[in-house]
């Protein structure tokens, strides 16, 4: 295949100072934080070191840790804002969160992915790059960097070591099946990096993380490049093999490292003063050589080996071997129970007492190691040289049940993991093993103790340690579904508390509603001026008398399904329904200058709206009668129980003696509020005087139109059912019957600035469209 470039070229720091070759293996810099990587999960960090997450992703498969999702759910959320994640999330038909320790499905990761690059138009290298980069940066942030920062003091032991950071970590996490990695030196200073994968595609997010990895551990940067991608069938089906060339460019010189660094000053120091005193001894020693060897002592030696009294090695160290192995093979197999030798044929040369007492075939030299063995992890082909291929990385061996004696036939195969060595001398290669076994319970399995484990095997201590870390992690893990549980709840319950205050701000308004659920007392208000209307229905007596129940039910329900949606056209305030009688005011609960006009432009759109509703008993229109007056009230909230928003005062008397003493069809003003109305775009035409019961002579008008506005505006129509002609609401005064709308509009209509001066309150709408539909549900059902 062409090779293809990925050039890492991360710009949150200056990368480079002056030029200069690359350093010596092992001071490259600071040790490394190290990383899982590609499609694997990482958990955030605990006390008492770093706890591990699930660090690569389930089997191929099953799926993925929540952690993963999360992750690509925070970069989206940080980088593109909350809009694009419900966007692309509602498109991938994902849930909006993911639990730290749940296994989730491959196709859930992999619709986001492909949902983002469309959403935002980016390709998907580019995405799987830039979540590479943001991955690294979000294990660091989840407390991962001290646990990482072990894994090498270079960038080719950082890689080196990633296999067995994943093997450890799959003690706590059983659902891994983490990539494999295998990196080679060549001469000129760049790396080979082999990366294997069941998941094909994914490969992109290496180049991401490396390089952020790179440069911030080792203050370097890479270009990395693919060279070889090809498909390996291994033991169980076809792998992804992709090959990167990984160039790293100079170091940057100690004086600009230290700038960028967060390694701790002392180690810095110590770094430097290491690099001065070496260059020192060379400098001395080389002078020396220039007058005449002296033969130096052994104290000499040593402290031209070590600094006193701070332990630091300045040269190269040359380990010193004894001329012949001071242990016999007795002792050998026994303090080291678990390893075994075998040569590139597979024969066993030699194998610990332990292995052989659970795999007494062992004890026949010479038999092939496959025969009893197969290999778990690498999954690679059982030859010496694919182990060779994986020198550095950790070996899991696990038996094979046929050739287990009886008693182990019933119980889980034992599972070994350790190091393989290659004897060259020799031509053997050495496994050096331990059982793994992640509880106390997978020991009890297995019939085995911890007295079968040798003292100074550290796997002793890691099966305590891991079966206390596992209860913990089930704990963290039922706390985080609790915690999950609730935000549901809470979120139901969020619903739940919207609709029952839409209900109790239909009954009342919305900062009385509020005072009364803060427990607060409601003092009464003192209004010195507003406007107030009552309406009802012509012969209504006589139509009670003529109809069944169910029929005035429906009838008032739908004319008063119309005015309600009128209040909020012309936000006005519901009083109250008495049977036939609609009480309305404007200027009350909030203060408005223009409160006469808003119910007189609701007046208007009251008749119109009279005329769609037709009487059950004739099958005409029903006709109404309509008053309003202006004046002073004194409002507050009367009764515990049913509590109700009540108008009091002698304005409430006369704007029901309007109605009482009207016409039908026609809408009565008093003087008081025709002087409201008189410059204000309205015809009215005068009554005249007339005798008001408990009042006396009064004179009175009627309002026939608003000059300003048009009968869609009125009625609150929307725009696109507006007629491209005007018609006027005296026309309707003469006898046009319009039918009343199909649908009950939410949206809010503008009137013109000379027929409202003022915006409607916010929320309302809203809320009178349920008011509206819940009427609607509850006469469908009594029908």
């Known amino acids: 295949m062409g090779c293809r470039a990925l050039v890492i070229s991360p710009s949150k720091r200056p990368l480079r100072g002056p030029g200069g070759p690359p350093r010596a293996r092992g001071t490259e810099g600071r040790a490394g934080h190290g990383l899982c990587l590609s499609h694997k999960t990482i958990a955030p960090a605990r006390r008492w070191g770093t706890r591990p997450g699930p660090a690569t992703s389930p089997r191929a498969g099953r799926g993925r840790y929540g952690f993963i999702n999360t992750c690509l759910k925070s970069l989206v959320v940080e980088k593109y804002g909350e809009e694009v994640w419900e966007k692309l999330r509602l498109q991938a038909g994902v849930q909006d969160t993911f639990l730290t320790f749940e296994v989730y499905k491959d196709e859930i990761t992999m619709q986001l992915v492909d949902k983002a690059c469309k959403v935002l138009g980016v390709p998907a290298d580019m995405v799987l790059r830039e979540f590479g980069e943001y991955f690294f940066e979000f294990c660091k942030r989840s407390g991962y960097d001290h646990m990482l920062r072990t894994l090498g003091g270079n960038l080719y032991e950082f890689i080196e070591n990633l296999d067995a950071l994943h093997s450890y ?3 706590s996490y059983q659902e891994m099946n983490a990539p494999s990695f295998r990196v080679e030196k060549n001469e000129d200073g760049s790396m080979h990096l082999h990366y294997y994968s069941d998941r094909r595609g994914l490969y992109h997010i290496v180049p991401g993380i490396i390089g952020a990895a790179a440069l911030d ?3 370097i940067e890479i270009s990395m490049e ?24 100079p170091v940057l010189p100690y004086e600009e490292r230290k700038k960028y660094s967060s390694s701790p000053p002392y180690l810095a ?13 060379n400098t001395i020693r080389d002078r020396g050589n220039l007058v005449c060897p002296v033969k130096k002592s052994h104290w000499k030696t040593i402290r031209g080996i070590i600094t006193l009294g701070r332990g630091k090695l300045l040269r190269g160290f040359d380990p010193v071997y004894p001329k012949s192995l001071w242990i016999d093979t007795k002792t050998f197999c026994n303090g080291l129970p678990f390893h075994m030798v075998f040569d590139k044929e597979l024969r066993v040369k030699q194998a610990g007492v332990s292995i052989q007492k659970i795999v007494p075939g062992l004890q026949t030299m010479g038999i092939c190691l496959d025969q009893y063995f197969s290999i778990v992890h690498p999954e690679v082909p059982f030859t010496i040289s694919s182990i060779q291929k994986f020198i550095n990385s950790q070996f899991v061996f696990q038996t094979r049940r046929e050739m287990m004696p009886e008693s182990w036939k019933q119980r889980p195969m034992l599972e070994l993991r350790g190091q393989m060595i290659w004897m060259e001398s020799l031509q053997c290669m050495l496994y050096l093993c331990s059982p793994l076994l992640r509880t106390l319970h997978e020991l009890e399995e297995r019939q085995m103790h911890i007295a079968d484990i040798a003292p100074h095997d550290v796997t002793r201590d890691l099966i305590l340690l891991n079966q206390q870390r596992l209860a913990e992690m089930e704990l963290s893990n039922q706390l985080e579904r609790k915690k999950e549980e609730l935000r549901i709840l809470s979120k139901h319950l969020e619903e739940e508390k919207k609709k029952t205050e839409a209900l109790l701000y239909a009954m009342l308004p919305q900062h009385v509603a509020n005072q009364l659920k803060e427990g607060k007392r409601v003092e009464a208000g003192e209004f010195k001026e ?21 029929q005035i039910v429906l009838m008032l329900n739908t004319m008063y399904l119309q005015f309600d949606r009128l209040t909020t056209v012309h936000d006005v305030y519901k009083v109250e329904t ?3 009688a609609y009480m309305v005011v404007g200027g009350v609960p909030v203060p408005v200058s223009t409160h006469a006009e808003r119910i007189a432009n609701f007046a208007l759109g009251m008749v119109i709206a009279a005329k769609g509703v037709q009487n059950p008993v004739s099958g005409n229109p029903i006709q109404i009668r309509v008053g309003i007056h202006t004046g002073p009230v004194l409002a507050g909230v009367v009764g515990e129980k049913m509590p109700r928003y009540c108008l009091f005062g002698d304005t409430v008397n006369i704007a029901s003696r309007m109605e009482s003493h009207g016409v039908p069809s026609k809408i009565h003003l008093s003087s008081s509020t025709y002087q409201c109305l008189k410059y204000k775009n309205f015809e009215m035409t005068e009554r005249g005087e007339i005798e008001v019961k408990g009042k006396g002579k009064m004179h009175t008008y009627f309002l026939v139109r608003n000059k300003a506005a048009t009968e869609n505006e009125i009625m609150g129509r929307p725009v696109k059912d507006l007629d491209s002609g005007h018609a006027s609401v005296q026309s309707f005064q003469e006898g046009r019957t319009e039918t009343a709308p199909s649908s009950h509009q939410t949206g809010r209509v503008n009137l013109m600035e000379a027929l409202i001066n003022s915006s409607p309150r916010e929320g309302e709408t809203s809320l009178a469209t ?8 509850l006469l469908r059902g009594l029908e």
């Open 169 to 171: 970590l799959s003690l």
């Open 217 to 219: 551990f080792f203050n």
């Open 226 to 249: 693919i060279v070889n991608q090809t498909e390996e069938e291994e033991r169980t089906g076809k792998k992804e093999h992709i090959v990167f060339l990984v160039t790293q460019n």
């Open 269 to 281: 120091d110590s770094e430097k003063q290491s690099e001065t005193q070496l260059n020192n001894e």
């Open 530 to 550: 507003c406007t107030i209307l009552f309406s009802d229905v012509v012969t209504f007596t006589n139509i009670c008398a003529q109809c069944e129940p169910i």
């Open 578 to 580: 008495i049977g036939d």
């Open 770 to 777: 349920q008011l509206i539909n819940s009427q609607a549900s």
